[in-house]
Protein backbone atom coordinates (compact mmCIF):
# COMPACT_ATOMS: atom_id res chain seq x y z
CA UNK A 1 0.00 0.00 0.00
CA UNK A 2 1.33 3.19 -1.19
CA UNK A 3 1.26 6.31 1.17
CA UNK A 4 0.07 9.60 -0.95
CA UNK A 5 2.01 11.78 1.27
CA UNK A 6 5.32 10.36 0.38
CA UNK A 7 4.24 10.13 -3.27
CA UNK A 8 4.92 12.82 -6.07
CA UNK A 9 3.16 12.08 -9.53
CA UNK A 10 5.15 13.08 -12.73
CA UNK A 11 2.43 14.34 -14.09
CA UNK A 12 2.38 17.28 -11.41
CA UNK A 13 4.43 20.65 -12.14
CA UNK A 14 5.22 22.61 -9.35
CA UNK A 15 6.33 26.26 -10.76
CA UNK A 16 6.76 27.03 -14.61
CA UNK A 17 9.73 29.32 -14.59
CA UNK A 18 8.94 30.54 -18.37
CA UNK A 19 6.93 28.90 -20.77
CA UNK A 20 8.55 26.04 -21.21
CA UNK A 21 10.58 25.02 -18.60
CA UNK A 22 10.00 24.61 -14.71
CA UNK A 23 11.19 23.21 -11.49
CA UNK A 24 9.38 20.79 -9.51
CA UNK A 25 9.94 20.96 -5.71
CA UNK A 26 9.74 17.26 -4.67
CA UNK A 27 10.58 18.20 -1.18
CA UNK A 28 7.59 20.23 -0.10
CA UNK A 29 5.23 17.83 -2.18
CA UNK A 30 6.68 15.36 0.40
CA UNK A 31 6.75 16.44 3.87
CA UNK A 32 10.61 17.15 3.76
CA UNK A 33 12.26 19.55 6.01
CA UNK A 34 16.31 18.92 6.09
CA UNK A 35 16.62 18.02 2.66
CA UNK A 36 15.88 19.92 -0.42
CA UNK A 37 15.13 18.32 -3.96
CA UNK A 38 13.65 19.68 -6.84
CA UNK A 39 13.83 18.33 -10.17
CA UNK A 40 14.43 21.41 -13.54
CA UNK A 41 13.26 21.22 -16.73
CA UNK A 42 14.61 23.59 -19.04
CA UNK A 43 13.85 23.77 -22.95
CA UNK A 44 16.52 23.60 -25.31
CA UNK A 45 17.58 27.55 -25.32
CA UNK A 46 16.53 28.73 -22.36
CA UNK A 47 18.17 29.61 -19.30
CA UNK A 48 17.53 29.70 -15.52
CA UNK A 49 18.76 31.15 -12.08
CA UNK A 50 19.07 28.39 -9.29
CA UNK A 51 19.62 30.25 -5.88
CA UNK A 52 21.34 27.96 -2.78
CA UNK A 53 21.66 28.89 0.59
CA UNK A 54 24.74 30.18 1.95
CA UNK A 55 26.70 27.60 3.98
CA UNK A 56 25.25 24.76 3.04
CA UNK A 57 26.17 21.95 0.49
CA UNK A 58 23.86 21.57 -3.18
CA UNK A 59 24.30 19.28 -5.88
CA UNK A 60 23.06 18.85 -9.64
CA UNK A 61 22.87 15.43 -11.32
CA UNK A 62 21.81 15.52 -15.03
CA UNK A 63 19.37 13.24 -15.93
CA UNK A 64 18.78 13.87 -19.64
CA UNK A 65 20.20 16.86 -22.05
CA UNK A 66 22.88 19.09 -21.97
CA UNK A 67 24.11 22.22 -20.68
CA UNK A 68 26.32 24.74 -18.94
CA UNK A 69 26.34 26.03 -15.16
CA UNK A 70 27.57 29.75 -14.60
CA UNK A 71 28.08 30.56 -11.15
CA UNK A 72 30.33 33.59 -10.25
CA UNK A 73 33.40 33.01 -12.87
CA UNK A 74 33.07 29.42 -13.76
CA UNK A 75 31.51 27.97 -16.12
CA UNK A 76 30.73 24.28 -15.98
CA UNK A 77 29.52 22.00 -19.29
CA UNK A 78 27.74 19.20 -18.30
CA UNK A 79 25.94 16.25 -20.04
CA UNK A 80 23.68 13.23 -19.12
CA UNK A 81 24.92 11.15 -16.30
CA UNK A 82 27.64 14.11 -14.99
CA UNK A 83 27.28 15.37 -10.98
CA UNK A 84 28.12 18.77 -10.15
CA UNK A 85 28.52 19.02 -6.40
CA UNK A 86 29.02 22.60 -4.26
CA UNK A 87 30.72 22.77 -0.76
CA UNK A 88 29.68 25.56 -0.41
CA UNK A 89 27.36 26.76 -3.47
CA UNK A 90 27.49 30.31 -4.91
CA UNK A 91 24.52 32.18 -4.25
CA UNK A 92 22.76 31.81 -7.67
CA UNK A 93 23.99 29.83 -10.76
CA UNK A 94 22.82 30.33 -13.78
CA UNK A 95 21.17 26.89 -15.75
CA UNK A 96 21.39 26.97 -19.83
CA UNK A 97 20.21 24.12 -21.80
CA UNK A 98 22.98 24.11 -24.34
CA UNK A 99 21.35 20.87 -26.56
CA UNK A 100 18.26 20.49 -28.83
CA UNK A 101 16.40 17.85 -26.06
CA UNK A 102 14.94 18.83 -22.53
CA UNK A 103 17.71 19.30 -19.89
CA UNK A 104 16.15 17.19 -17.11
CA UNK A 105 18.24 17.80 -13.60
CA UNK A 106 17.45 16.82 -9.91
CA UNK A 107 18.84 19.33 -7.34
CA UNK A 108 19.34 18.90 -4.31
CA UNK A 109 21.14 19.53 -0.60
CA UNK A 110 20.42 20.36 2.66
CA UNK A 111 17.82 22.75 4.39
CA UNK A 112 16.23 24.78 1.39
CA UNK A 113 19.88 24.73 -0.67
CA UNK A 114 18.54 24.53 -3.90
CA UNK A 115 14.60 24.69 -4.28
CA UNK A 116 14.17 28.42 -6.25
CA UNK A 117 14.78 29.31 -9.52
CA UNK A 118 13.51 31.70 -12.22
CA UNK A 119 14.00 33.03 -15.72
CA UNK A 120 17.04 34.29 -17.17
CA UNK A 121 19.01 36.59 -19.00
CA UNK A 122 21.27 34.47 -21.55
Do not use: K, W
Not at 96 to 103: A, H, I, K
Amino acid sequence: MTDEQHLVRAAIADTDITDSSRIDDLSNATGLERLALSTLHVAPGDCVTVCCDAGSEAFLYVHTGQGCMRSENTDITFAAGDFVAFQPPPAQQTVSNTGSDLLVCLLGGDGASAALASSAEH
